[in-house]
């Protein structure tokens, strides 16, 4: 049976309206919690990059392995990012694992880090072909 009153719907597209902003509010919160550990895997990995970039030269200059990865570590933390691993091989190459926060999760759901990992030094075989 139809209503010959035109204000009983009254107030529907505003039910409407409220659902609409409602759905899309949670797809912008999902789309920035992604971007979010999008944003730390990048920077994990840069900052592996740059850490092991500068073990390695403090390596070459000082040939003390302790020494390359308190350099990797000082470059990590200017970065904000924790480093998880180091170590020196033998062939002068330097392996550096750091660990980025992901600031924005979603209830808790998903990783809370993002990991990168890097290496440094002299190409492994010495080069040769």
């Known amino acids: 049976m139809q209503s010959s009153d035109p204000g009983a719907e009254r ?9 609409l902003i409602a759905v899309l509010l949670t ?12 944003r730390a895997a990048h920077v994990a990995r ?3 990059d740059l850490s092991a970039l500068a073990g390695a030269l403090q390596l070459q200059q000082a040939f003390d392995p302790e020494a390359a990865c308190a350099e990797a570590g000082r470059v990590a933390a200017l970065h904000e990012v924790r480093v998880l691993a180091c170590e020196v091989g033998d062939a002068g190459d330097v392996t550096v694992t750091v660990s980025a926060g992901i600031p924005l999760r979603l209830g808790g759901v998903g990783p809370d880090h993002a990991e990168g990992r890097a290496r440094a030094g002299p190409e492994p075989g010495g080069g040769q072909q």
């Open 11 to 19: 107030g529907s597209s505003t039910v409407s309206a409220v659902g």
């Open 27 to 38: 797809i912008t919160l999902a789309a920035l919690a992604v971007l979010s550990a999008v």
């Open 46 to 48: 840069s900052a592996a």
